[in-house]
Protein backbone atom coordinates (compact mmCIF):
# COMPACT_ATOMS: atom_id res chain seq x y z
CA UNK A 1 0.00 0.00 0.00
CA UNK A 2 1.54 3.49 -0.74
CA UNK A 3 0.37 6.33 0.49
CA UNK A 4 -0.25 9.60 -1.52
CA UNK A 5 -0.82 13.68 -0.66
CA UNK A 6 -3.17 14.48 -2.97
CA UNK A 7 -4.01 17.81 -1.36
CA UNK A 8 -3.03 19.24 2.19
CA UNK A 9 -6.27 17.05 3.67
CA UNK A 10 -6.26 14.29 1.59
CA UNK A 11 -4.07 11.00 1.16
CA UNK A 12 -4.90 8.11 -1.19
CA UNK A 13 -3.97 4.79 -0.54
CA UNK A 14 -3.33 2.68 -3.71
CA UNK A 15 -3.75 -0.74 -3.06
CA UNK A 16 -3.43 -4.38 -4.35
CA UNK A 17 -4.75 -6.12 -1.65
CA UNK A 18 -8.69 -4.89 -2.81
CA UNK A 19 -10.19 -1.81 -3.26
CA UNK A 20 -7.68 2.24 -2.55
CA UNK A 21 -8.47 3.94 0.98
CA UNK A 22 -8.81 7.58 1.13
CA UNK A 23 -8.21 9.73 4.18
CA UNK A 24 -10.00 13.26 4.64
CA UNK A 25 -8.72 15.36 6.90
CA UNK A 26 -11.76 17.68 8.47
CA UNK A 27 -11.04 20.47 11.22
CA UNK A 28 -11.12 17.94 14.25
CA UNK A 29 -11.39 15.35 12.85
CA UNK A 30 -10.46 12.02 10.25
CA UNK A 31 -12.91 10.36 7.44
CA UNK A 32 -11.72 7.68 5.89
CA UNK A 33 -13.52 6.11 3.00
CA UNK A 34 -13.43 2.21 2.12
CA UNK A 35 -11.08 -0.37 3.66
CA UNK A 36 -9.47 -2.56 1.31
CA UNK A 37 -9.40 -6.60 2.25
CA UNK A 38 -6.55 -6.48 5.45
CA UNK A 39 -7.62 -5.17 8.29
CA UNK A 40 -3.48 -5.29 9.20
CA UNK A 41 -3.05 -2.95 6.61
CA UNK A 42 -5.80 -0.66 7.37
CA UNK A 43 -5.00 -0.61 10.99
CA UNK A 44 -1.89 0.86 10.01
CA UNK A 45 -2.69 3.52 7.22
CA UNK A 46 -4.97 4.40 9.88
CA UNK A 47 -2.85 4.54 12.32
CA UNK A 48 -0.19 6.84 10.44
CA UNK A 49 -3.00 9.28 9.39
CA UNK A 50 -4.10 9.62 13.05
CA UNK A 51 -0.66 10.43 13.69
CA UNK A 52 0.27 12.75 10.54
CA UNK A 53 -2.74 14.61 10.88
CA UNK A 54 -2.99 14.35 14.70
CA UNK A 55 -6.42 14.26 15.19
CA UNK A 56 -8.79 10.88 15.50
CA UNK A 57 -10.86 9.08 12.99
CA UNK A 58 -14.69 9.65 13.80
CA UNK A 59 -16.17 8.43 10.25
CA UNK A 60 -15.77 5.55 7.72
CA UNK A 61 -17.92 5.63 4.67
CA UNK A 62 -17.98 2.79 2.41
CA UNK A 63 -18.54 3.52 -1.59
CA UNK A 64 -20.70 0.24 -2.23
CA UNK A 65 -21.29 -3.42 -0.59
CA UNK A 66 -18.61 -5.52 -2.64
CA UNK A 67 -16.60 -7.74 -0.06
CA UNK A 68 -12.92 -6.06 -1.73
CA UNK A 69 -13.84 -2.42 -0.35
CA UNK A 70 -14.97 -3.56 3.16
CA UNK A 71 -13.83 -6.81 4.11
CA UNK A 72 -11.25 -4.80 6.93
CA UNK A 73 -13.57 -2.94 7.66
CA UNK A 74 -12.89 -3.88 11.45
CA UNK A 75 -9.92 -1.44 11.39
CA UNK A 76 -12.33 0.92 11.60
CA UNK A 77 -15.13 -0.49 14.28
CA UNK A 78 -15.30 2.08 16.83
CA UNK A 79 -16.43 4.66 14.37
CA UNK A 80 -19.18 5.78 12.86
CA UNK A 81 -20.10 3.69 9.40
CA UNK A 82 -21.80 5.17 6.56
CA UNK A 83 -23.35 3.21 3.79
CA UNK A 84 -26.06 3.32 0.97
CA UNK A 85 -29.47 1.79 2.37
CA UNK A 86 -30.22 0.13 -0.80
CA UNK A 87 -27.30 -2.37 -0.56
CA UNK A 88 -28.52 -3.50 3.00
CA UNK A 89 -28.78 -7.06 2.00
CA UNK A 90 -25.76 -7.36 -0.05
CA UNK A 91 -23.92 -5.46 3.55
CA UNK A 92 -25.79 -7.65 5.63
CA UNK A 93 -24.64 -10.95 3.43
CA UNK A 94 -20.82 -10.25 4.05
CA UNK A 95 -21.25 -9.46 7.73
CA UNK A 96 -23.35 -12.36 8.15
CA UNK A 97 -20.90 -14.52 6.12
CA UNK A 98 -18.74 -17.24 7.46
CA UNK A 99 -15.23 -17.74 5.56
CA UNK A 100 -15.19 -21.76 5.52
CA UNK A 101 -11.97 -23.38 3.08
CA UNK A 102 -13.96 -23.58 0.45
CA UNK A 103 -15.11 -20.04 0.00
CA UNK A 104 -11.46 -18.98 1.03
CA UNK A 105 -10.18 -20.73 -1.68
CA UNK A 106 -12.57 -19.49 -4.42
CA UNK A 107 -12.84 -15.81 -3.07
CA UNK A 108 -8.41 -16.32 -3.33
CA UNK A 109 -9.26 -16.92 -7.09
CA UNK A 110 -10.28 -13.46 -7.73
CA UNK A 111 -8.95 -11.00 -4.85
CA UNK A 112 -5.25 -10.99 -4.30
CA UNK A 113 -4.11 -11.36 -0.41
CA UNK A 114 -7.45 -12.97 0.44
CA UNK A 115 -6.32 -15.88 2.01
CA UNK A 116 -3.84 -13.40 3.93
CA UNK A 117 -6.80 -10.93 5.06
CA UNK A 118 -9.59 -13.87 5.70
CA UNK A 119 -7.94 -14.99 9.19
CA UNK A 120 -8.54 -11.50 10.73
CA UNK A 121 -11.41 -10.01 8.65
CA UNK A 122 -14.73 -9.18 10.95
CA UNK A 123 -17.26 -7.23 8.86
CA UNK A 124 -20.61 -5.33 10.28
CA UNK A 125 -23.00 -3.09 9.06
CA UNK A 126 -22.85 0.32 8.70
CA UNK A 127 -24.17 2.58 11.44
CA UNK A 128 -26.37 5.27 8.94
CA UNK A 129 -27.58 4.63 5.99
CA UNK A 130 -28.31 6.74 3.46
CA UNK A 131 -31.25 6.70 0.64
CA UNK A 132 -30.08 8.92 -1.33
CA UNK A 133 -27.79 11.97 -0.60
CA UNK A 134 -26.14 13.80 1.96
CA UNK A 135 -23.57 16.50 2.93
CA UNK A 136 -20.95 14.99 6.01
CA UNK A 137 -18.34 17.36 8.11
CA UNK A 138 -19.04 20.46 10.12
CA UNK A 139 -19.08 22.90 7.31
CA UNK A 140 -20.60 20.41 5.07
CA UNK A 141 -17.02 19.83 2.90
CA UNK A 142 -18.07 15.95 2.07
CA UNK A 143 -21.05 14.99 0.09
CA UNK A 144 -22.05 11.33 -0.15
CA UNK A 145 -24.26 10.44 -3.04
CA UNK A 146 -25.63 7.47 -3.94
CA UNK A 147 -25.37 6.90 -7.96
CA UNK A 148 -25.91 3.36 -9.00
CA UNK A 149 -24.03 1.92 -12.01
CA UNK A 150 -21.68 -0.47 -10.98
CA UNK A 151 -24.02 -1.84 -8.23
CA UNK A 152 -27.16 -0.31 -6.94
CA UNK A 153 -25.15 0.93 -4.00
CA UNK A 154 -22.36 1.87 -5.92
CA UNK A 155 -21.70 5.81 -4.11
CA UNK A 156 -19.73 8.98 -4.64
CA UNK A 157 -18.04 11.10 -2.28
CA UNK A 158 -17.09 14.21 -2.88
CA UNK A 159 -14.39 16.17 -0.70
CA UNK A 160 -16.11 19.96 -1.87
CA UNK A 161 -12.55 22.23 -0.80
CA UNK A 162 -9.88 20.54 -3.16
CA UNK A 163 -12.59 19.69 -6.08
CA UNK A 164 -11.68 16.12 -4.95
CA UNK A 165 -14.20 13.18 -6.62
CA UNK A 166 -13.72 9.52 -5.45
CA UNK A 167 -15.45 7.48 -7.45
CA UNK A 168 -15.65 3.55 -6.33
CA UNK A 169 -15.33 0.96 -8.74
CA UNK A 170 -17.23 3.84 -11.07
CA UNK A 171 -13.59 3.98 -12.14
CA UNK A 172 -11.48 1.06 -12.26
CA UNK A 173 -8.15 2.69 -13.49
CA UNK A 174 -5.72 0.68 -16.19
CA UNK A 175 -7.62 -2.49 -16.21
CA UNK A 176 -10.36 -4.39 -18.05
CA UNK A 177 -13.37 -3.49 -15.67
CA UNK A 178 -15.70 -5.37 -14.36
CA UNK A 179 -19.38 -4.49 -14.47
CA UNK A 180 -20.95 -8.42 -14.14
CA UNK A 181 -22.63 -7.97 -11.13
CA UNK A 182 -26.82 -8.15 -11.30
CA UNK A 183 -27.79 -5.02 -10.11
CA UNK A 184 -25.26 -3.23 -12.60
CA UNK A 185 -26.61 -0.83 -14.76
CA UNK A 186 -24.34 0.72 -17.70
CA UNK A 187 -26.54 3.53 -18.04
CA UNK A 188 -26.75 4.81 -14.92
CA UNK A 189 -22.78 3.99 -14.61
CA UNK A 190 -22.60 6.54 -17.84
CA UNK A 191 -24.80 9.13 -16.42
CA UNK A 192 -22.42 8.79 -13.31
CA UNK A 193 -19.24 10.10 -15.03
CA UNK A 194 -21.02 12.58 -17.44
CA UNK A 195 -21.63 13.96 -14.32
CA UNK A 196 -18.72 14.33 -12.84
CA UNK A 197 -17.00 15.40 -16.21
CA UNK A 198 -19.04 18.56 -16.51
CA UNK A 199 -18.35 19.43 -12.84
CA UNK A 200 -14.50 19.35 -13.49
CA UNK A 201 -13.28 17.89 -10.55
CA UNK A 202 -9.14 18.49 -10.71
CA UNK A 203 -8.36 14.95 -9.07
CA UNK A 204 -10.56 11.27 -9.39
CA UNK A 205 -9.51 8.89 -7.29
CA UNK A 206 -10.54 5.35 -8.39
CA UNK A 207 -11.90 1.92 -6.23
CA UNK A 208 -8.34 0.45 -7.74
CA UNK A 209 -5.06 2.00 -9.80
CA UNK A 210 -3.77 5.28 -9.53
CA UNK A 211 -5.52 8.94 -9.37
CA UNK A 212 -6.36 9.85 -12.60
CA UNK A 213 -8.00 13.23 -14.42
CA UNK A 214 -10.85 14.31 -15.85
CA UNK A 215 -9.21 13.35 -19.22
CA UNK A 216 -8.73 10.04 -18.01
CA UNK A 217 -12.47 9.80 -17.00
CA UNK A 218 -13.64 10.85 -20.25
CA UNK A 219 -11.43 7.85 -22.29
CA UNK A 220 -13.77 5.71 -19.82
CA UNK A 221 -17.02 7.51 -20.54
CA UNK A 222 -16.82 7.23 -24.20
CA UNK A 223 -15.39 3.37 -23.50
CA UNK A 224 -18.68 2.43 -21.99
CA UNK A 225 -21.15 4.55 -24.53
CA UNK A 226 -19.41 2.89 -27.43
CA UNK A 227 -19.17 -0.85 -25.62
CA UNK A 228 -22.84 -0.09 -24.92
CA UNK A 229 -24.28 0.97 -28.04
CA UNK A 230 -21.86 -2.06 -29.66
CA UNK A 231 -23.36 -4.58 -27.72
CA UNK A 232 -26.52 -3.36 -28.53
CA UNK A 233 -26.08 -3.80 -31.99
CA UNK A 234 -24.77 -6.98 -31.55
CA UNK A 235 -27.69 -7.99 -29.55
CA UNK A 236 -30.07 -6.58 -32.59
CA UNK A 237 -27.96 -9.58 -34.58
CA UNK A 238 -28.64 -12.26 -31.85
CA UNK A 239 -25.37 -13.61 -32.22
CA UNK A 240 -23.87 -16.21 -29.75
CA UNK A 241 -22.30 -14.84 -27.02
CA UNK A 242 -19.37 -16.48 -28.08
CA UNK A 243 -19.11 -14.76 -31.56
CA UNK A 244 -19.67 -11.30 -29.27
CA UNK A 245 -17.06 -12.02 -27.00
CA UNK A 246 -14.42 -11.41 -29.64
CA UNK A 247 -15.68 -7.78 -31.02
CA UNK A 248 -12.58 -5.77 -31.08
CA UNK A 249 -14.63 -3.21 -29.21
CA UNK A 250 -14.34 -5.11 -25.92
CA UNK A 251 -10.22 -5.31 -26.83
CA UNK A 252 -9.65 -1.68 -27.51
CA UNK A 253 -10.56 -0.03 -24.29
CA UNK A 254 -9.05 2.90 -22.03
CA UNK A 255 -6.27 0.31 -20.16
CA UNK A 256 -2.66 0.04 -21.10
CA UNK A 257 -2.06 -2.73 -23.95
CA UNK A 258 -0.81 -5.39 -21.41
CA UNK A 259 -3.43 -5.35 -19.18
CA UNK A 260 -4.74 -8.85 -18.66
CA UNK A 261 -8.55 -9.87 -19.70
CA UNK A 262 -9.84 -12.14 -16.67
CA UNK A 263 -12.28 -14.04 -16.84
CA UNK A 264 -14.64 -11.61 -14.91
CA UNK A 265 -14.63 -9.45 -17.62
CA UNK A 266 -15.91 -11.78 -20.37
CA UNK A 267 -18.30 -12.90 -17.40
CA UNK A 268 -19.21 -9.32 -17.21
CA UNK A 269 -19.92 -8.83 -21.33
CA UNK A 270 -22.56 -11.71 -20.92
CA UNK A 271 -24.20 -10.45 -18.22
CA UNK A 272 -24.67 -7.83 -20.14
CA UNK A 273 -25.50 -9.12 -23.47
CA UNK A 274 -28.10 -11.35 -22.25
CA UNK A 275 -29.86 -8.84 -19.64
CA UNK A 276 -30.42 -6.24 -22.88
ZN1 LIG B 1 -17.10 -3.34 -6.75
Not at 96 to 120: C, H, P, Q, W, Y
Not at 152 to 159: D, F, G, Q, R, T
Request: net charge negative; hydrophobic share 40%.
Amino acid sequence: MSYEEISKSVVFAQNDWGSNSVCIALEKELYFIDTGLNTSRATKFRKAMETKFNRKASTLILTHGHVDHILAMNAYSDLEVVGAEIGKKRFERIAKVELTEEMIENMDKFFVGFRESAKEAKAFLPTKWVKDKITLGDNQEIIFNVVGGHSSCSSSIEYVPDGIIITGDLMQVDVYPYFGEPDTDVEKWINALKTWEEKDYKVVLPGHGKAVDIKYLRTVRIFFEQMLATTKELKKKDLPVEEVLKHPIYTDGYWPEDAIRKPAYDFSIKNLYNNL
